[in-house]
């Protein structure tokens, strides 16, 4: 049994001279729930239709499951459901009927899968009205329930929080979460809420311009966050003043917002916030924190920072 459960080679997509996809190496381990991350254009909806068979590449190739070509890989495709981009649904058919005609294209035999799977996404009062008079969310929902119909062991999603409210949002990441714990499925999933998919992914994948920037873990990523000191005063220019006097060693920030974060090695909170209110400063927020997804992936992309940086 291989180890992954998706792997891209030098995988390449152009579309005339335009290149969607450069030399993409990427790699998703089983078990996993690996968060693509890219700005609109990225490469990400491309990569994904390619997986699913939906497109083929210029150079290099897929593997799913350990198979990379022929009949093998269209037979691995069967283990796998997606959503990607708008899901193709039939306006006119109710949610049920939709999933009744995916049944019959996928070969399912089994009829309790349509109502079990409406049950799993939530749609179970829903069977009977049309999917055109869905609202955006629940699209999404019926879209992920085509995914689900055959069991699959690995899940295609492509932002497939769209439409969906703070509650669906939840309410979406609950069943990722137990779809990933109860059923071992592996999740290959794009968002453009980073946070999401920070509370979600075990892996993540960068691609900007149609380039793999990096591939982590949420370990290795949660190492590259660094830890800082988050201080608020009425006079941040003071304030760094005063840091920079006293502390030779750490490395301060100050963004356009007033906010200093002063990062790691910092071993001494208590004496910086005294020295702080003893020039007369209001210290008004004073707390550890973290770089956060957002950041990381803004900075290595090489998008604008939102502060300069102040040698201390």
Request: glycine residues 10%; aromatic residues 6%.
């Amino acid at each position: 049994m291989s180890e992954y459960v998706l792997q891209a080679h030098q995988l390449s997509k152009y579309y005339k001279k335009h290149p969607a996809l450069e030399v993409v190496d990427l790699s998703i381990r089983r078990g996993s729930i690996y968060g693509f991350i890219g700005q609109n254009g990225a490469g990400k909806s491309t990569f994904m239709r390619i997986a699913a068979g939906l497109s083929r590449p210029s150079s290099g190739r897929i593997e799913l499951f350990g198979a990379g070509e022929g009949a093998k890989l269209v037979q691995a495709r069967k283990r796998i459901g997606t959503t990607i981009e708008t899901p193709a649904l039939f306006p006119h058919m109710s949610a049920a009927e939709n999933l009744e005609v995916f049944r019959l294209q996928q070969g399912i035999r089994d009829k309790t899968r349509i109502r079990q799977t409406l049950s799993l996404v939530g749609l179970a009062e829903a069977g009977n009205k049309t999917a055109g008079n869905f609202s955006l969310g629940m699209k999404q929902r019926l879209g992920l329930a085509v995914a689900l119909l055959g069991n699959p062991e690995l899940l295609i999603l492509d932002e497939p929080t769209n439409g969906l409210d703070p509650v669906g949002v939840v309410e979406l990441r609950e069943l990722l979460l137990r779809l990933h714990r109860e059923r071992n499925i592996s999740i290959l999933m794009s968002s453009h809420i980073l946070s999401e998919l920070h509370l979600l992914a075990t892996d993540y994948g960068i691609i900007h311009n149609g380039r793999m920037l990096e591939q982590l873990t949420a370990n290795e990523l949660q190492a590259k966050c660094r830890q800082y000191l988050h201080i608020k005063v009425d006079s941040p220019e003071t304030a760094v003043g005063i840091i920079q006097g006293e502390y030779g060693s750490s490395e301060c920030v100050l963004d356009a917002n007033g906010i200093i974060r002063l990062y790691e090695p910092f071993g001494r909170p208590g004496e910086l916030s005294a020295k702080l209110f003893a020039a007369g400063l209001e210290v008004q927020q004073f707390m550890p924190e973290g770089d956060k997804l957002e950041r990381y992936y803004t900075k290595l992309i090489g998008g604008a920072d939102n502060g300069k940086s102040v040698a201390v």
